[in-house]
């Protein structure tokens, strides 16, 4: 598995040597978590994006806890700062969540690019 697509000094979107030294360096169960997180994205993307939109701070505390979670479980610890400023704001966060959503972007490519070179 190539650390390069997800190592890039400029931006680490998903920090793979952290999840190496976390799982034991194994790749498969990488690939896999990858992978889960790849098809629980949308849904929790969507849930987010609901909230704020609906500007329902309980639904959006919940929605940002869970993309948080899952956004720590592959070390994608940037987004995951992100999420947790969006679950705790006191005020509007459209802002945080544009931001949040480009990088979501890229953790999904390098995702799944990760998970297509296995």
Partial sequence: MSTSAANEPS???IDLAAMRRRLGSDDEL???ILAGFLVALP??????EAAVTKCDQKMRTRAAHA???ALLDIAALPAAELAR???FAS???AELLASLSTQLDAIATTAARIVATG
């Fill in 11 to 13: 931006s680490i979107v």
């Fill in 30 to 32: 990488i690939r896999e």
């Fill in 43 to 48: 849904s929790l993307r969507a849930q987010l």
């Fill in 85 to 87: 400023r969006i679950e």
């Fill in 67 to 69: 993309l948080r979670g």
């Fill in 91 to 93: 005020d509007d966060c």
